[in-house]
């Protein structure tokens, strides 16, 4: 069992927050719903993610992402330290197991925020998670987001509009689906369903 952060004493199990993932389309705007919501809510912990791909003009090692080498990717899937891992776009993405855990015994809201393929791992392996699916209002809004994006070459975009097709026929398999038409009605009904206040 994972240690329990100093300071806090564990929650009986019947009263820990579930965990919650926030998955949808790359371009749907999650990023900018769990920032909006994070805002408001810092109590609510957002897991960060590993991966394999190079950073973003501003991002940070540890607080966007944990940017690893291939060879160490490799061996966090090996010694099963990942709670779901994915590639994406030649890249590979994954969420590490321990601190989610840990925080989830401590009683704090626990947010993932991942693809299909990870929302699919974590339901297997948790079935209690709670997963919400983030649509957009359109198909044409979704194409215009990405698109307007201006940081990935247009193989990507063409790439992420293919694997969008995919995950937009996979609502069915979610909870619950928040369509992102506000980003603030959004967070609002986010943090509600977690059962932040």
Known sequence: MAATPRGTSPVPPDARPRLTVLSG???VGKSTVVAHMR????EVWLSVSATTRTPRPGERDGVHYFFVTDDEMDKLIANGELLEWA???GNR???PRAAVLE???SGLPVLL???LQGARQVRASMTEAQ???LAPPS???LVRRLTGRGTESPEVVERRLEAAKTELAAEPEFDTTLVNTSVEDVARELLALMNVV
Do not use: N, R
């Not at 805002?39 to 810092?42: G, I, L, Q, T, V």
């Open 39 to 42: 805002k408001a809510h810092p």
């Open 103 to 105: 925080h989830l015994e």
């Open 131 to 133: 997963l919400v699916f």
């Open 25 to 27: 389309p790359s371009g």
């Open 93 to 95: 993405y994954g969420t």
């Open 87 to 89: 590639e994406f776009a």
């Open 139 to 141: 198909w044409d809004e």
């Open 113 to 115: 925020e991942i693809d």
